[in-house]
């Protein structure tokens, strides 16, 4: 077993909230690197993002600075962690509020933004304020000419989507679009728009200052550095764990207190993510390297141990509905397609399914891939599919007997009360 | 040069125009919305393509030149 290391770079363990002399004191004011030199220093360190896509955060940047040819460009901090498992942005930006807001500076002038925006759900109030606060601090002391705002949008799945958040910003519903232009080339107000994971904002800030070859001396080669993990479901002490990217699920889920019984399953990356059993990644890395051949990558960071004594089929129908009336109600495939799968499978799961029902999912689930202005309707079926080879003996079982002794247990996953609104 | 179908999914409505005019490369799910085979279109595919962009009563139905309007590895994807 690889040992794996629990390297607290960006949240330690019982950290109070910093502010902004806190800041300093830790971290000395903010380095000045000019575009090209923070660039190639991105370049060297590996760091990709942490929203989910794991995109290679130079790129993205030098695809935004491409595109301005001389116009402004705008950037807007994600912290919105719309995946309902996640907590770990909310963790960063709790205790280390201005490790983000220098990231999110450092952005604005490698792009050559004059705007830029923190984009957090309606509901994280506290956290709205957190931010608030901190940005006042900075203005009172800081010389930076970024005007940063904080905007709140709609408590829905789709609303933390990079086009999403960029309607929102530009005053309209926070609903995805049909790409290309993307951002980088068309966002808000139709300037180069940079969207950026606070996670990923925090790493830019380290990296600025202790630069590429310290982030890579913790990792794996080609992932590189810490990650902040939401470790949840059957462990004795869900919380946020940073780790680097050569830790095991094993020593992850020990670091969270250990599991509560015996885990049969695990669902990585959270709702959006994959099952998969849980013997199957127990010995593995979270990089993406070790997990590729699965089929599975941790993406936001959501680690959710399902015990054996509970139940998968009970759990992903109740995701896969919530889900299913995320959509935006935009593509068709997507607000029509979903709630239909989700209703197949939940007769399935109550033992009211034909026969066929099985084989119709599986059709329906490679019907909707890729036929949405987003991606909704691919995470929901991936999660859908993994479900379908993970349980599948479950899965048969309910569909003939009309559930299990654990599907009455309490959710493990916790489904978020339905926001009406787009704003 | 290679043309390509695509549909733009929030424009379209499930009207179906689409897959009576090119069964050949437009089929429908089960729920009434296309599913488009994006390869390029030979050129005796071409004349029918058009007319179906052309007959589609939203103007979802679109016809690009180029490479796959599929291909989706690009900067923020869902980041």
């Given at each position: 077993?690889?040992?794996?290391?629990?390297?607290?770079r960006?949240v330690?363990?019982?950290?109070?909230p910093?502010?902004?002399e806190?800041?300093l004191?830790r971290f000395g004011?903010?380095?000045?690197?000019?575009s090209?030199e923070?660039?190639?220093?991105?370049d060297a360190?590996?760091l990709?993002?942490r929203?989910?896509?794991?995109?290679?955060?130079a790129?993205?940047?030098?695809?935004v600075v491409?595109?301005?040819?001389?116009?402004d460009?705008?950037v807007?901090?994600?912290?919105?962690?719309?995946?309902?498992a996640?907590?770990?942005d909310?963790t960063?930006v709790?205790?280390?509020?201005?490790?983000?807001?220098d990231?999110?500076?450092h952005?604005?002038?490698t792009?050559?933004a004059r705007?830029?925006?923190?984009?957090?759900s309606?509901?994280?109030?506290?956290?709205?304020?957190?931010?608030?606060?901190a940005?006042v601090e900075?203005?009172q002391?800081?010389?930076?000419e970024v005007?940063?705002e904080?905007?709140a949008g709609p408590?829905?799945?789709?609303a933390?989507e990079?086009?999403?958040?960029?309607?929102r910003v530009?005053?309209?519903?926070?609903?995805p679009r049909?790409v290309?232009?993307r951002?980088f080339?068309?966002?808000?107000?139709?300037?180069?728009?940079?969207?950026?994971?606070?996670?990923t904002?925090?790493?830019?800030?380290?990296?600025?200052?202790?630069?590429?070859?310290?982030?890579?001396?913790?990792g794996?080669?080609?992932?590189p550095?810490t990650?902040?993990l939401t470790?949840?479901g059957?462990?004795?002490?869900p919380?946020?764990?940073?780790v680097?990217?050569d830790?095991?699920f094993e020593?992850?889920?020990?670091?969270?207190?250990?599991?509560t019984g015996?885990?049969?399953?695990?669902?990585?990356g959270?709702?959006f993510?994959?099952?998969i059993g849980a013997e199957?990644?127990?010995?593995?890395?979270?990089?993406a390297?070790s997990l590729?051949?699965?089929?599975?990558?941790?993406g936001?960071g959501v680690?959710a141990?399902?015990p054996?004594?509970?139940?998968?089929?009970?759990?992903?129908d109740?995701?896969l509905?919530f889900?299913?009336e995320q959509s935006?109600?935009?593509c068709?495939?997507?607000?029509?397609g979903?709630?239909a799968?989700a209703?197949?499978?939940h007769?399935?799961a109550?033992?009211?399914?034909r026969?066929?029902a099985l084989?119709?999912?599986?059709?329906?689930?490679s019907?909707?891939v890729g036929?949405?202005?987003?991606r909704?309707p691919?995470?929901a079926v991936?999660f859908?599919?993994s479900?379908?080879?993970?349980?599948?003996a479950d899965v048969?079982?309910?569909?003939?007997?009309?559930?299990c002794?654990f599907?009455?247990?309490?959710?493990?996953l916790t489904?978020?009360?339905n926001?009406?609104?787009?704003? | 040069m290679k043309?390509r179908?695509?549909?733009?999914?929030?424009?379209?409505?499930?009207?179906g125009?689409c897959?009576?005019?090119?069964?050949?490369r437009i089929r429908?799910d089960?729920?009434?919305y296309?599913?488009?085979d994006?390869r390029?279109?030979?050129?005796d595919?071409l004349?029918h393509a058009?007319?179906?962009?052309?007959?589609c009563?939203?103007?979802?139905?679109?016809?690009?030149?180029?490479?796959?309007?599929?291909?989706r590895?690009?900067p923020?994807d869902?980041?």
């Amino acid at each position: 077993m690889r040992a794996g290391t629990l390297v607290a770079r960006l949240v330690p363990e019982g950290a109070a909230p910093e502010n902004l002399e806190d800041h300093l004191e830790r971290f000395g004011p903010r380095p000045r690197p000019r575009s090209s030199e923070l660039l190639a220093a991105l370049d060297a360190s590996g760091l990709r993002g942490r929203g989910g896509a794991e995109f290679p955060t130079a790129t993205k940047w030098r695809a935004v600075v491409d595109h301005a040819q001389g116009r402004d460009t705008v950037v807007v901090a994600n912290a919105a962690e719309c995946e309902p498992a996640s907590f770990k942005d909310r963790t960063l930006v709790g205790v280390r509020p201005h490790l983000v807001l220098d990231g999110l500076e450092h952005a604005a002038e490698t792009v050559g933004a004059r705007r830029a925006v923190v984009y957090m759900s309606r509901s994280h109030e506290k956290l709205r304020h957190a931010f608030q606060a901190a940005i006042v601090e900075r203005r009172q002391r800081s010389d930076c000419e970024v005007f940063i705002e904080v905007l709140a949008g709609p408590d829905r799945y789709v609303a933390g989507e990079e086009t999403a958040i960029v309607a929102r910003v530009s005053g309209r519903l926070a609903k995805p679009r049909v790409v290309p232009p993307r951002p980088f080339h068309s966002g808000v107000g139709g300037l180069p728009t940079l969207v950026q994971n606070v996670e990923t904002l925090g790493h830019v800030a380290l990296v600025a200052r202790h630069g590429p070859d310290w982030f890579r001396s913790v990792g794996t080669r080609q992932s590189p550095g810490t990650a902040l993990l939401t470790v949840t479901g059957g462990v004795a002490q869900p919380g946020v764990v940073e780790v680097a990217h050569d830790a095991t699920f094993e020593s992850i889920v020990a670091w969270a207190g250990g599991t509560t019984g015996e885990p049969a399953a695990i669902l990585v990356g959270g709702y959006f993510g994959r099952w998969i059993g849980a013997e199957r990644v127990w010995q593995r890395g979270i990089d993406a390297e070790s997990l590729r051949s699965l089929g599975v990558a941790v993406g936001a960071g959501v680690v959710a141990v399902l015990p054996a004594a509970a139940c998968g089929v009970a759990e992903t129908d109740r995701v896969l509905s919530f889900l299913a009336e995320q959509s935006a109600g935009q593509c068709g495939p997507c607000h029509v397609g979903l709630p239909a799968i989700a209703d197949m499978f939940h007769r399935v799961a109550i033992g009211r399914a034909r026969p066929a029902a099985l084989d119709m999912l599986s059709r329906w689930c490679s019907d909707v891939v890729g036929r949405g202005a987003c991606r909704h309707p691919d995470g929901a079926v991936q999660f859908l599919q993994s479900a379908l080879q993970t349980f599948a003996a479950d899965v048969r079982h309910h569909a003939r007997a009309g559930g299990c002794r654990f599907s009455d247990q309490p959710a493990m996953l916790t489904i978020p009360s339905n926001h009406r609104g787009w704003w | 040069m290679k043309h390509r179908l695509r549909v733009d999914p929030i424009r379209c409505n499930a009207h179906g125009m689409c897959v009576e005019l090119l069964p050949e490369r437009i089929r429908m799910d089960d729920w009434g919305y296309p599913i488009i085979d994006s390869r390029p279109l030979s050129f005796d595919l071409l004349a029918h393509a058009r007319r179906a962009v052309g007959e589609c009563p939203r103007a979802a139905l679109q016809l690009v030149v180029g490479d796959d309007p599929g291909s989706r590895q690009r900067p923020g994807d869902a980041d």
